[in-house]
């Protein structure tokens, strides 16, 4: 296609033109850009905007020797960049593009920041071409630093990352800050929690044990209190088991682990039991079942049974007999949990059934009812 008349449109996005001359956009004809150039450079020689506003100038006069009819103009948008800006320049296009019919458009910008605001001027004119002036000794530079950018805004703008990348740091940070050099013992364990949330796909059960102790915190439930307790007996309990090994006598890490659980698994269990016993009051107070919690406590014993047995004999603490019967019952038991668990399932969902089929007969004996109706 042959473009006889060409609109060369400079952007400023952030309006540097406005705020540092007082110029508002659009501002039209090449003396008129000229003249902003030349009084923008006397003000801020460091401002990009005046090589952007120079290359305009030139392609609307390579544009005319060609014997082309070319327009020249500067849009300016605002220092609130974002969406305040972006209507600004839509604006101003609308103005531009109403007083001049134009074939096609070429776009000058001073660099990427610029060019968000493409997509929006291409529904609006044909854009056959974009020239991105940079300062040759910063092409890299700026390059880099858009990148940078970008990358920031991504961080801030997306929660997932904005707590991998920001919130982990800080909470090292501030470790560090209250525990000094021992806080390193604490802040990779932190982290290895992390890792092991993240590694397991985990992530479901944290929010979901987050959200419901929040939700315990606003109406006011004892199931709060009792998290909070367990968390606190929780936390001794590895502190306890931490003390043993710093006590005990142990050849190779293999063998602490079992002088660890040995320490700290009573005081854990413990807590697991707390927690349970809050939410199972919470049930009976609201009128709900508390089966489910009746279950898992069967399979927490039956894993405390497990885990201590396994500890003791591996230390020395227990005969062959007697940590075969532990193992025995703490299996038993786990079965027990796992089958009640699926029957409390079953019948949930064949409640739910119930429902949804007493709620579509419901449904179609009323349409049924507002059909005979219609006829008489």
């Known amino acids: 296609m042959d473009y006889k008349k060409i609109l060369v449109l400079c952007i400023d996005r952030d309006a540097d033109i406005e705020r540092k001359i007082g110029e508002k956009g659009p501002i039209y004809g090449i003396d008129n850009l000229l003249d902003v150039a030349t009084r ?126 920001l919130g982990m740091p800080g909470i090292a940070f501030v470790l560090y800050m209250l525990l000094g050099q021992h806080g390193w013992r604490l802040i990779v364990g932190v982290m290895g929690v992390f890792l092991l949330i993240k590694g397991f796909g985990l992530e479901g059960q944290v929010e979901k044990l987050y959200d419901d102790l929040k939700s315990s915190f606003i109406t006011g439930k004892i199931s709060f209190y009792t998290y909070v307790v367990a968390v606190l007996i929780g936390v001794v309990g590895i502190i306890s088991g931490y003390d043993k090994l710093r006590t005990g006598a142990y050849a190779t890490t293999l063998s602490a682990v079992p002088l660890f659980i040995s320490g700290s698994i009573n005081l854990l269990m413990f807590a697991a039991f707390v927690a349970l016993i809050g939410k199972s009051i919470d049930a009976l107070m609201e009128g709900r079942k508390v089966g489910k919690y009746m279950v898992t406590g069967v399979f927490v014993g039956a894993f405390y049974l497990i885990t201590d047995a396994i500890s003791r004999f591996i230390l020395g603490f227990m005969d ?40 579509a007969r419901a449904t179609k004996a009323k349409a049924t009812k507002a059909s005979s109706k219609t006829k008489k």
């Open 40 to 165: 923008l450079g006397l003000e801020d020689p460091t401002e990009s905007d005046t090589n952007a506003l120079f290359e305009t100038v030139r392609l609307g006069k390579k544009f005319e020797k060609e014997g082309r009819l070319a327009m020249v103009a500067v849009l300016t948008g605002s220092e609130y960049l974002g969406v305040e800006s972006d209507l600004e320049l839509s604006r101003q296009l609308e103005e531009v593009l109403s007083k001049h019919k134009v074939d096609g458009t070429v776009i000058v910008t001073d660099g990427a920041e610029d060019e968000y605001i493409l997509p929006v001027i291409e529904s609006k004119t044909n854009v056959i071409a974009l020239k991105r002036v940079v300062v040759k000794q910063a092409a890299r530079l700026e390059s880099t630093y858009y990148i940078l950018l970008d990358f920031l805004k991504d961080i801030a703008n997306d929660p997932k990352l904005s707590r991998l990348l």
């Open 320 to 359: 062959l007999a007697t940590f075969a019967i532990w193992i025995i019952v703490g299996l038993i038991l786990s079965l027990f949990a796992i089958l009640a668990r699926r029957s409390v399932k079953k019948r949930s969902k064949a409640r739910a059934s119930k429902a949804r089929a007493s709620k």
